[in-house]
DNA sequence: CCTCCATCCTGTGGGC
DNA sequence: TGCCCACAGGATGGAG
């Protein structure tokens, strides 16, 4: 599931190739690709013949600026994935998107199954960005600002950390690894989550996706993401809840638990992560 | 405002 | 072996 670490592999690969190129050609193959009320029609004429200025990301988004002041969004969704390509090469199953530039190289994007999209805004205001809290890796907020943006939030934290809103960029495997090296439970209501408590969280944060980044982020045995170039991300390894239900705890060995958090599936250790006060935690 | 749920979708794998 | 179905989850819109 392409995060924010993965997001941002994607990124780095991508923004060689994008920035200051001209788009001499569009096509959205699938409707659902293009979002926000927006036909592939018209997603293919606003961006055709504009050159992108710079390939940024906000949370699990890339954002590219044009030349004339529009907003080219995009999200991986659950499948998506950018690949670079030349114009011969065979077009896989599910390419929804093919991107065709000055350089003659295309950007194609592969999305199984539709969650991602490609879409074009006036600004980002009226953009999905403008949900966005900052950015977990290249803006992280600090102690304070996090534990405002969580005052008085009854939610779990775990809930609160995939919304997007309090921080931006956080998925199910990283939020589940932030809060194990935080030692929080999951199941702690956003609003205690304060002062030092904050502090520590946006440390792991920090060291989770700083690993994941470095390792070139995480495929799963599904093999749903891949980078640009086709290989595998390597931080599997690195984790230490995510879908390690019944293995031991890295830290100290005590079975890892798997429970539902808002229909998410959820791992924690029980005992670094102990439940606060007044928080049950049902075994699924 | 908040919390929580249903919805979209396809590939995979477990169960029978 | 092969079929069926539950499951995986990011963002959004709506109910309460």
């Known amino acids: 599931m392409p995060e924010l670490p993965e997001v941002e592999i994607t990124r780095r690969h991508l923004a060689t190739a994008l920035d200051g190129h001209t788009l001499t050609g569009v096509q959205v193959r699938h409707d ?15 961006l055709s013949l504009r050159r992108i200025e710079n390939l940024g990301r906000h949370g699990k988004f890339l954002v590219a600026d044009l030349d004339d002041g529009q907003v080219m969004v995009a999200h991986l ?18 390419t929804h998107f ?6 003659d190289q295309q950007v194609r994007f592969i999305d199984p199954r539709t969650f991602g999209f490609v879409a074009v805004f006036d600004d980002r205001e009226e953009s999905p960005l403008s949900r966005l809290g900052p950015d977990a890796w290249s803006d992280p907020p600090s102690a304070g ?24 960029g956080l998925g199910n495997i990283y939020a589940d ?9 999951p199941l702690t209501p956003g609003g205690r989550v304060r002062g030092e408590k904050a502090a520590v969280l946006l440390e792991a944060t920090r060291d989770v996706l700083a690993m994941a980044i470095a390792n070139g982020g995480t495929t799963l045995d599904d093999l749903a ?24 705890c890295p830290s100290c060995g ?27 935690t049902v075994s699924l």
């Open 225 to 248: 993401y891949l980078l640009p170039d086709g290989r595998a991300g390597e931080n599997l390894s690195s984790l230490s809840v995510y879908g390690r239900e019944d293995l031991p």
């Open 98 to 103: 093919v991107a065709a530039f000055d350089d």
């Open 77 to 94: 969704g659950m499948s998506g994935r950018f690949t670079i390509s030349n114009p011969g090469d065979e077009i896989l199953l599910h």
């Open 145 to 168: 600002e996090l534990s405002a943006r969580l005052r008085g939030r009854t939610a779990p934290i775990k809930a609160l950390l995939l919304d997007q809103g309090p921080i931006a």
């Open 177 to 185: 690894e932030i809060l194990h090296r935080s030692r929080i439970h």
């Open 254 to 280: 005590t079975p890892i638990r798997r429970v539902l958090v808002r229909a998410r599936s959820t791992h924690f250790c029980p005992s670094c992560q102990k439940s606060p006060r007044g928080v049950v």
């Open 32 to 46: 659902r690709t293009a979002r926000y009320n927006a036909s592939p029609a018209e997603v293919e004429s606003r």
